[in-house]
């Protein structure tokens, strides 16, 4: 290996270690890192930090400044060429004046593929790689699953005590978790495509589905009711805020579809008469309609649909320090369940934090 490969591989791997920090936020986006660097020196580090948020190549050129003209950058997936939740990374490389351009991959979405790198060439950048895929693949993991799926990237979340339970056995909720983790919730609310309930949810709890810190995204408020008996009071219709999508069956009543369409809602009719079959085809609904990133804050009935029909990416537990007891108080994942013990959802990669008084507990569902 030549020394110039040595240092390309050198570099690459400290961008990939940036990378890995955007792990759990930026899902089903890749993980991606970058490394400005100006007569062997490190002049900007970046990573991409939450979905929605700027691009690795951006926060490193940003940081490095006027330093980057002339410099290399690294950045462990090819930049994109096009414009999306954000404008194109070519476009920024050109105006920062950088000279020469390390990959670690070629992006492996259909819409990019190699694009932005002749998009560079073809520019006067000198472009090199791939260089130390070993360090860069693992990263692209959750990222190529989520390109050969039909479903949005699930996010389940839940509040429970410390002995497992979502309520109480009259059914009072209000509240599991602290202030703190609540603002935890808000902020990744305004950070997915959409927040998906049940029709159960809504009656129980009149919930708003926004982001009341605000955030990049503003999520779509979904609700899934193969019936339609939505209650056309609840305020989410009538509050003017984020577009409400209703996910019904083929039996809903007419009368019910034109009363919700009156009210602002989209409605969304899945023909699937089963159980499983239904949900499958509505998060492919939504997937069309470009939700990718969806967080499911569900009651224990449509997290075990969820659970049961292996569609969860990835969970988010909140654990309140209350012990409520009793035998007839749900657990937060109802459903059929797993047979035995190691049939149920496997997690890897999770870790515990502090919120307050509450513990957070945050783990990625293995791929099967």
């Not at 691009?55 to 997936?77: F, P």
């Not at 969820?306 to 909140?318: E, G, N, P």
């Not at 654990?319 to 109802?334: D, K």
């Not at 509450?358 to 293995?366: G, L, M, Y």
Request: glycine letters at 14%; proline letters at 6%; a positive charge.
């Amino acid at each position: 290996m030549s020394e110039q490969a040595s240092r390309d591989v050198h570099f690459m791997q400290e961008a990939a270690a940036l990378a890995a920090r955007g792990s759990g936020e930026v899902e089903p986006n890749p993980l991606v890192g970058a490394l400005v660097v100006r007569d062997g020196q490190a002049v900007g580090r970046g990573h991409h930090p939450y979905y929605g948020g700027p691009h690795a190549e951006i926060v490193a050129l940003q940081e490095a400044g006027d330093r980057a003209r002339g410099g290399t950058l690294y950045v462990t997936l090819e930049p994109c060429s096009t414009s999306g939740k954000t404008p194109a990374c070519t476009e920024a490389v050109l105006r920062a004046g950088v000279r020469r351009v390390v990959f670690g991959t070629i992006d492996p979405s259909p819409r990019h593929a190699g694009r932005g790198l002749e998009y560079l060439r073809a520019r006067g950048v000198e472009v090199s790689g791939p260089a130390g895929p070993e360090s860069v693949e693992p990263l692209l993991a959750r990222f190529r699953r989520h390109l050969a799926s039909d479903r949005p990237y699930v996010i389940a979340k839940w509040a429970m005590t410390l002995d497992g339970k979502v309520a109480t056995r009259t059914g009072d909720s209000h509240w599991i978790s602290g202030r703190r983790s609540r603002a935890l919730v808000h902020r990744l609310r305004g950070r997915v495509d959409g927040i998906l309930v049940g029709r159960g949810t809504v009656e129980a709890d009149d919930p708003r589905l926004t982001a009341r810190r605000g955030g990049p995204m503003v999520a779509r408020r979904i609700v899934l009711d193969r019936t339609l008996r939505l209650p056309a009071a609840w305020g989410a219709l009538h509050d003017g805020g984020p577009p409400v999508v209703v996910v019904h069956g083929e039996q809903a009543p007419p009368e019910r579809r034109a009363a919700l369409h009156q009210l602002g809602a989209e409605l969304v009719c899945v023909a699937e008469p089963e159980d499983t079959g239904f949900l499958l085809a509505a998060l492919g609904a939504l997937r069309q309609r470009r939700v990718e990133r969806l967080l499911v804050e569900a009651g224990p009935r449509l997290l075990g649909s969820f659970a049961d029909a292996r569609c969860v990416d990835q969970v988010l537990v909140f654990v309140g320090t209350q012990v409520l007891g009793g035998a007839l108080a749900p657990g937060p994942v109802g459903g059929l369940g797993a047979e035995r013990l190691g049939g149920g959802l496997q997690l890897e990669g999770g870790s515990w934090d502090l919120s307050g008084e509450d513990a957070v507990f945050r783990a990625f569902v293995c791929a099967d």
